[in-house]
């Protein structure tokens, strides 16, 4: 007991582990015997065995707490309960020495271009996501961000589902401008490209076109993207190393005749293009326009062919042109085709096996050139079923022969257009005879109810009056005046001018104007010839003498 408390100390049992007999013999065993002397008893169960055991005690982790455990700093690695297991690598070892696994993405490049709009921390056009799995992406005037068209060329780079892609007036940079010509590098399924009013001029041409050297396209519509000859050269290249482009829309690209004899040199030796449009262009008469026509005239695959506002005056090329193999259509519209036109294409139209469109409107032509194409359309060779002359004038004769042309049994099906009918005649100018006299006529009869005059036998009756004592009767217009006021019809200083200056007589001794009664008459009998005086009696004859006085004188 120390300090007030009392230590009950119990006394370990001793377990007597070996006990020797003295009376046996001293000597020890024999060395191969010493394993006899293992303990086989087991050791006792700690107390936690026991309540183990017993179900009162449970070892969770089955760590133990390293301060139940005297151990010194050369024994920590040797105890055994630290001999713990190494740590497993979380992947070092691998990111280190071994290439990053490659992601697989779905052909339709739907993921790929969630994924890259994600890293470059831009919005997805959800329009362009949904059509990656159709055949058209259609972004018309959708105001593209030039900066994420990357994100959608990596994604159309490996989709193969989407066959054209229209981005008609957007705006497009040349850095966008350059992954869509990567784009076209990589990817086999588009083969439609549309990048009308896109602006990109020549930097963004020659990055567009480079890779087309190596592949086929159906469509590629280039139109109002400000390239001029300077960006034409780019294009020009990549057909002539090969490019098959089978649809070329080149309209309104300020190309000059230099880019038509570019065009055509090209082409020489690769004529796949079908479908060809060059309007609202500067290809004048020139070198360029010649040459290209004659390269076209020679295509065996030429179907369409818009040529119209190029300033083109040629004629006789136009007759070849109109007999290529496959030509269905020529627009030559707008340009300053005259009579050597109308003559070429008039000829040609009889030998044009495919010929089904021909659109010459608004040229310098006249009634004789239209009347001369309508001509060739009698003939039963000619294919020709649209035949387009609006603004063109034609006459009567014209409008007579397209009757004809249209009643043919083989024109059924046949569309002709021109301009306004000319008709030929010429516009007589109007009497004023006419005029003035029915003018006097309803003036008078206005005139007073009671006192009703009619102005025709008024000039008849003066005329017999007056020719009895002047052969050629004359009437001074003051008189007409004052027989107006006189009748009471209103008073026109105007009219009787006019009158005088109608019916005109010699001038008086005093100079002043007369009227000649007789021409008027003339008219009257003209406009009325039913009027007529009232017949006059007959003259008694004078009465006789009266008989002398009887002389009464007395002889």
Same mark, same amino acid.
Request: with cysteine; hydrophobic share 40%.
């Given at each position: 007991?120390?300090?007030?408390? !009392?230590?009950?100390?119990?006394?370990?049992?001793?377990?007597?582990?070996?006990?020797?007999?003295?009376?046996?013999?001293?000597?020890?065993?024999?060395?191969?015997?010493?394993?006899?002397?293992?303990?086989?008893?087991?050791?006792?169960?700690?107390?936690?065995?026991?309540?183990?055991?017993?179900?009162?005690?449970?070892?969770?982790?089955?760590? $133990?707490?390293?301060?139940?455990?005297? +151990?010194?700093?050369?024994?920590?690695?040797?105890?055994?309960?630290?001999?713990?297991?190494?740590?497993?690598?979380?992947?070092?070892?691998?990111?280190?020495?071994?290439?990053?696994?490659?992601?697989?993405? &779905?052909?339709?490049?739907?993921?790929?271009?969630?994924?890259?709009?994600?890293?470059?921390?831009?919005?997805?056009?959800?329009?362009?996501? %949904?059509?990656?799995?159709?055949?058209? $992406?259609?972004?018309?005037?959708?105001?593209?961000?030039?900066?994420?068209?990357?994100?959608?060329?990596?994604?159309?780079?490996?989709?193969? =589902?989407?066959?054209?892609?229209?981005?008609?007036? @957007?705006?497009?940079?040349?850095?966008?401008?350059?992954?869509?010509?990567?784009?076209?590098?990589?990817?086999?399924?588009?083969?439609?490209?549309?990048?009308?009013?896109?602006?990109?001029?020549?930097?963004?041409?020659?990055?567009?076109?480079?890779?087309?050297?190596?592949?086929?396209?159906?469509?590629?519509?280039? !139109? !109002?993207?400000?390239?001029?000859?300077?960006?034409?050269?780019?294009?020009?290249?990549?057909?002539?190393?090969?490019?098959?482009?089978?649809?070329?829309?080149?309209?309104?690209?300020?190309?000059? /005749?230099?880019?038509?004899?570019?065009?055509?040199?090209?082409?020489?030796?690769?004529?796949?293009?079908?479908?060809?449009?060059?309007? /609202?262009?500067?290809?004048?008469?020139?070198?360029?326009?010649? %040459?290209?026509?004659?390269?076209?005239?020679?295509? @065996?695959?030429?179907?369409?062919?818009? +040529?119209?506002?190029?300033?083109?005056?040629?004629?006789?090329?136009?007759?070849?042109?109109?007999?290529?193999? *496959?030509?269905?259509?020529?627009?030559?519209?707008?340009?300053?085709?005259?009579?050597?036109?109308?003559?070429?294409?008039?000829?040609?139209?009889?030998?044009?096996? *495919?010929?089904?469109?021909?659109?010459?409107?608004?040229?310098?032509?006249?009634?004789?050139?239209?009347?001369?194409?309508?001509?060739?359309?009698?003939?039963?060779?000619?294919?020709?079923? @649209?035949?387009?002359?609006?603004?063109?004038?034609?006459?009567?004769?014209?409008?007579?022969?397209?009757?004809?042309?249209?009643?043919?049994?083989?024109?059924?099906?046949?569309?002709?257009?021109?301009? *306004?009918?000319?008709?030929?005649?010429?516009?007589?100018?109007?009497?004023?005879? +006419?005029?003035?006299?029915?003018?006097?006529?309803?003036?008078?009869?206005?005139? @007073?109810?009671?006192?009703?005059?009619?102005? &025709?036998?008024? +000039?008849?009756?003066?005329?017999?009056?007056?020719?009895?004592?002047?052969?050629?009767?004359?009437?001074?217009?003051?008189?007409?005046?004052? =027989?107006?006021?006189?009748?009471?019809?209103?008073?026109?200083?105007?009219?009787?001018?006019?009158?005088?200056?109608?019916?005109?007589?010699?001038?008086?001794?005093?100079? !002043?104007?007369?009227?000649?009664?007789?021409?008027?008459?003339?008219?009257?009998? %003209?406009?009325?010839?039913?009027?007529?005086?009232?017949?006059?009696?007959?003259?008694?004859?004078?009465?006789?003498?009266?008989?002398?006085?009887?002389?009464?004188?007395?002889?």
């Amino acid at each position: 007991m120390s300090h007030g408390s !009392s230590v009950v100390e119990e006394e370990v049992p001793v377990t007597t582990l070996f006990e020797r007999n003295l009376s046996e013999s001293s000597d020890e065993p024999p060395m191969e015997q010493w394993s006899s002397l293992v303990l086989d008893a087991p050791p006792p169960d700690t107390p936690k065995m026991v309540a183990f055991k017993q179900g009162l005690y449970d070892p969770g982790s089955g760590d $133990i707490c390293a301060k139940y455990i005297p +151990f010194s700093d050369s024994d920590v690695l040797n105890h055994v309960y630290y001999a713990y297991p190494g740590i497993k690598d979380p992947g070092i070892v691998a990111a280190l020495t071994q290439p990053e696994p490659r992601h697989i993405y &779905a052909t339709d490049g739907q993921e790929l271009y969630l994924d890259t709009c994600k890293k470059m921390r831009i919005v997805p056009v959800r329009r362009f996501h %949904r059509s990656l799995v159709e055949k058209e $992406i259609n972004l018309k005037y959708y105001c593209v961000n030039p900066i994420g068209v990357q994100a959608m060329c990596a994604a159309l780079a490996l989709n193969l =589902f989407v066959k054209k892609l229209d981005l008609t007036s @957007n705006f497009l940079s040349d850095d966008a401008c350059y992954h869509i010509g990567q784009m076209l590098k990589e990817n086999v399924t588009l083969d439609e490209l549309v990048l009308a009013q896109c602006k990109i001029g020549p930097s963004g041409v020659r990055r567009v076109v480079i890779n087309l050297a190596s592949r086929t396209m159906e469509l590629l519509d280039l !139109s !109002s993207t400000d390239m001029g000859d300077a960006g034409f050269k780019y294009l020009a290249t990549v057909l002539l190393k090969g490019a098959v482009i089978k649809r070329l829309n080149l309209s309104n690209n300020d190309l000059t /005749w230099e880019s038509g004899a570019l065009f055509a040199d090209s082409i020489e030796g690769n004529n796949t293009i079908t479908h060809l449009n060059v309007s /609202w262009n500067k290809m004048y008469p020139a070198t360029g326009s010649g %040459r290209l026509l004659k390269v076209l005239c020679d295509n @065996n695959v030429l179907t369409e062919l818009d +040529f119209s506002w190029n300033n083109l005056t040629t004629g006789p090329l136009l007759k070849k042109l109109i007999q290529a193999p *496959k030509l269905r259509l020529l627009d030559v519209s707008n340009n300053k085709l005259g009579e050597l036109a109308a003559k070429a294409l008039s000829g040609g139209l009889p030998l044009s096996p *495919k010929l089904h469109t021909l659109n010459v409107s608004n040229n310098p032509m006249g009634p004789p050139e239209a009347l001369m194409l309508l001509e060739a359309m009698k003939l039963n060779t000619v294919k020709l079923v @649209n035949l387009l002359m609006a603004d063109i004038l034609v006459n009567r004769e014209f409008v007579a022969s397209l009757r004809e042309v249209m009643a043919l049994p083989y024109r059924k099906k046949t569309n002709i257009t021109h301009g *306004k009918v000319i008709r030929d005649y010429t516009l007589s100018t109007p009497d004023l005879r +006419f005029i003035v006299m029915n003018r006097l006529d309803f003036v008078f009869a206005r005139a @007073n109810k009671k006192c009703k005059v009619d102005i &025709a036998l008024y +000039f008849m009756e003066q005329r017999k009056i007056r020719q009895r004592e002047d052969p050629v009767p004359l009437m001074e217009p003051r008189e007409l005046l004052r =027989f107006m006021k006189i009748s009471g019809a209103p008073v026109d200083e105007g009219l009787i001018e006019e009158v005088a200056n109608c019916w005109p007589g010699p001038l008086t001794d005093k100079g !002043s104007k007369t009227i000649k009664l007789t021409a008027i008459e003339e008219m009257i009998k %003209r406009m009325w010839p039913e009027k007529k005086l009232p017949p006059t009696p007959p003259l008694l004859p004078p009465p006789p003498p009266p008989p002398p006085p009887p002389n009464n004188k007395k002889k």
